[in-house]
């Protein structure tokens, strides 16, 4: 009876997470998952196609996984999930005929029949598993999208937004701390709105207060909040729980309110500005990332000119910033107006430049500075690694240590820093 089943996942952690949910699924019915380099009986590519460089990227995995040659002489099964059949339903079976099977986001639940259908093998029972976790791990909180940006496809891949019941998040969060995580970092599309949707009404601040408590010796982590979600009695609970991290990630996207309201979003310069002077009054040790969406239909240089002062005035201690892609099926796409791939691309390295610069002085001020930090793994070379609450996983840089043990938090001094990367000394 075939049983190895082989992954590869793109995009974001939110996919990682859905991946994360189909392995365990796997496992309890039986399945082993195995290394990609290993010999398997299905190789499950769970896509991205946020934008059309995800997508393209997606297309060429998918290509060079079909022409591996345990796939092409029919050896294992070729099965694509995630956004590309969310985003593009049935055209994909004869765009990608190499494909055994597709499974759009809303059916990855189904992953062990649409596994048992391809390899034909009978159902099974599901056998208790004991799952083991890395010493940071995300939990997501909600899924879908319903504020409809103008430039974004998120809402047509995974649909209106939902938050999913405090339980059911308690209880992976639990599954995944007693199983070796020491960090729960909390994801959604819009994770700022958690619980609003639900019935009786929640809000995000409850929830990490509630997990805050309930798991004590665990750090917990949220991204991905828009302005509106940051409200008073977060802030409150954020700046009274020390294992709450206090980081904010807010997806701002631009500072001018023309741009804004072309992109369906609310906001000035101004009211951001406020914003961020709140939370640095009210959490003086607070870490803040952004996200910024360069060169959108109809940007100005002017208004371009006062997103970089925005940026270097403001100073976020980390700024994640795109050129605008227009995607098919998006407002956005057709808005007069559009701007050239060269002064895109000019503007994005423009804009990067002055964030690197301003984080790099940011970091660097941290020299000195006791954390606590959480060792994550070592490098190829055997150095050690972790993270301190100022640095989100896998866009923030790590902290790199001498000695400790993989899952250990312990308290550092920072001893130097190289742009993004810092380097510390136990205490």
């Known amino acids: 009876m075939p049983n190895n089943i082989a992954f590869l996942t793109l995009g974001c952690a939110k996919n990682e997470v859905d991946t ?18 290993s010999s398997y009986d299905a190789l499950v590519i769970n896509s991205c196609a946020f934008i059309q460089p995800a997508i393209e990227e997606s297309i060429d995995t998918i290509l060079d996984a079909a022409d591996q040659k345990i796939i092409k002489n029919g050896a294992a099964k070729l099965i694509v999930t995630g956004c590309m059949p969310a985003r593009f339903g049935a055209e994909l079976d004869a765009e990608l005929s190499e494909v055994d099977r597709f499974i759009p986001c809303a059916e990855e639940a189904n992953i062990v029949s649409v596994v048992d259908e391809v390899l034909d093998n009978p159902s099974r029972e599901n056998r208790k598993v004991e799952f083991s976790y890395g010493p940071s791990e995300y939990v997501k909180i909600s899924d879908g999208c319903s504020r409809h940006c103008a430039f974004c496809t998120i809402p047509s891949i995974r649909g209106p937004y939902h938050s999913f019941l405090y339980d ?8 995944k701390v007693s199983g070796g995580a020491k960090e729960i970092v909390l994801i959604a599309q819009d994770s700022g709105i958690w ?15 509630r997990l805050a408590k309930a798991f004590p010796n665990t750090w917990f982590r949220v991204m991905y909040l828009e302005p509106e979600g940051i409200t008073d009695e977060l802030i409150r609970v954020m700046s009274t729980y020390p294992n709450i991290c206090n980081y904010l990630d807010i997806p701002l996207q631009h500072c001018d309110p023309t741009i804004l309201k072309a992109m369906n979003r609310t906001g000035s310069k101004q009211e951001f500005e406020k914003l961020v002077s709140k939370l640095r009054q009210e959490i003086p040790d607070i870490t803040l990332r952004t996200t910024l969406i360069v060169g959108y239909p109809g940007e100005t240089d002017e208004q371009f000119d006062e997103l970089c002062d925005f940026i270097s005035e403001v100073e976020f201690d980390y700024v994640g910033a795109f050129a605008f892609s227009p995607e098919e099926g998006t407002v956005a796409a057709q808005l007069p107006e559009q701007i050239d791939d060269e002064t895109k691309q000019d503007r994005l390295q423009t804009i990067r430049d002055i964030a690197d610069a301003v984080s790099s002085q940011r970091i660097a001020q941290r020299t000195g500075s006791q954390y606590d930090l959480l060792i994550l793994g070592t490098e190829e ?7 301190c609450q100022c640095q ?10 001498e000695s400790g043990e993989i899952g250990q938090i312990v308290p550092v001094t920072i001893s130097d820093t190289l742009l993004y990367e810092m380097e510390a000394s136990r205490d």
């Open 381 to 387: 070379d055997g150095q050690l690694y972790g993270r």
């Open 195 to 209: 619980g609003l949707d639900l019935k009786p009404r929640d809000c995000l601040a409850s929830l990490m207060e």
């Open 392 to 401: 989100a996983p896998d866009v923030d840089g790590v902290t790199y240590i």
């Open 168 to 175: 059911d998040i308690y209880q992976e969060v639990s599954f």
């Open 20 to 37: 994360s949910k189909m392995q365990e699924k796997l496992i309890r019915a039986g399945y082993d998952i195995v290394d990609i380099d």
